[in-house]
């Protein structure tokens, strides 16, 4: 099924105290966007952060216009998942976007990703940092020890098709992604995994990209015992019910 | 990068990885056993016997030795994307100077 008729990316931007990168990311976008001719629109999701992400998404809205930039923002923290759920009510394009509002994904990927979709008509093109030239900067050995350990074990219990099954940087079909979410339960890195282990079991095709995971926020949050617990829990529950 | 193919199964008569693992080990492991413990009239020929008793020790290690020479290799060859967060820093300069003269007050 090809795409007939005019094309538009809805990104998914959830945030949560992102004041500093949130008009950077929109800036990065908004220029990716307009120098390949892609029609879009950003939708901005904000869980009520504290330090003024809403007053700067204001500014952006007034800057690039309320056609692109959609403010629909929620009174708490709620999680990733919601998030997205949300955002999609409001998402008039026929692919959808979701990345990290910190600049650890670069939009310039995002036309990539467009091209590899109608390369083999994927329903879900996947960022990967472990394949071709993809990769990481701002990692020590230990990091990339555990990141690389943990994907070996998710490839032999899951067999899941794609090489990188944490990360968060995908083109998803509207329809695809919407029926995805309704099936989805799990929370933080292993939602990420159950959408491409259930988009798997639905019978949906995954592509994948080469990208760069730029982390400057390793530094101040190191990976602790009980994420790696939790992803753990998460893999098994994955193992045992998929 | 090839797209992943799926022969498509409905929801209920797909099994879970767990159910497959299960499935393979009992399928791997009767068939040992029906030749390892075998009684001595249907015992296989003694070599083959002696092969056969510490296999499944013999694979644990070598899946072993696989999984650490494989995270080893990739560990190695994980790509440091030195340029990309150059580049980052050059575009987000670029950014904070256009995004003034649009007006955008921080």
């Known amino acids: ?242 | 990068l090839l797209p992943s193919r799926l022969t498509p199964l409905s929801p209920q008569a797909a099994m879970t990885k767990l159910g497959q693992w299960l499935c393979g080990l009992a399928l791997l492991g009767s068939a040992w056993a029906a030749l390892a413990l075998a009684p001595p009239g249907l015992q296989p020929p003694a070599p083959l016997r002696q092969a056969l008793l510490p296999l499944p020790v013999y694979l644990l290690v070598a899946f072993g030795c696989y999984s650490l020479a494989t995270v080893g290799y990739r560990l190695a060859t994980f790509n440091d994307c030195e340029e990309a967060a150059v580049e980052l820093q050059e575009h987000i300069k670029a950014a904070r100077a256009d995004l003034r003269r649009r007006g955008l007050r921080l």
């Open chain 1, 1 to 242: 099924m090809a795409a007939t008729g005019p094309e538009r990316v809805s990104v998914l931007l959830p945030t949560y105290n992102e004041r500093d990168n949130l008009p950077l990311v929109v800036w990065l976008l908004a220029r990716t966007f307009s120098d390949s001719g892609i029609d879009f629109e950003i939708i901005i999701i904000d869980d009520g952060s504290p330090d003024g992400t809403q007053e700067v998404a204001q500014q952006l809205e007034k800057i690039y216009g309320s056609d692109k930039i959609l403010l629909r923002p929620r009174a708490k923290k709620l999680g990733l998942g919601t998030a997205y759920i949300h955002g999609m009510k409001y998402a008039t394009g026929n692919f959808i976007v979701i990345m990290d509002a910190d600049l650890s994904h670069h939009p310039k990927f995002i036309p990539e990703f467009i091209r590899k979709q109608k390369e083999g008509n994927f329903d879900i093109v996947s960022g990967t940092r472990y394949k071709g030239n993809g990769g990481v900067y701002g990692w020590d050995l230990k990091r990339k020890l555990i990141s690389r350990g943990a994907n070996f074990l998710t490839q032999v219990l899951l067999r899941p098709g794609a090489s990188d099954l944490t990360g968060s940087f995908r083109l998803y079909r509207k329809e695809v992604l919407q029926k995805l979410m309704e099936k989805c339960v799990s929370k933080g890195y292993v939602f990420q995994m159950e959408m491409i282990v259930r988009a798997r079991q639905l019978g949906f095709t995954i592509g994948e990209v080469p990208i760069s995971f730029v982390d400057r926020v390793y530094g101040e949050s190191k990976l602790g015992g009980n994420e790696i617990v939790s992803f753990l829990k998460g893999l098994l529950t994955l193992f045992a019910t998929t």
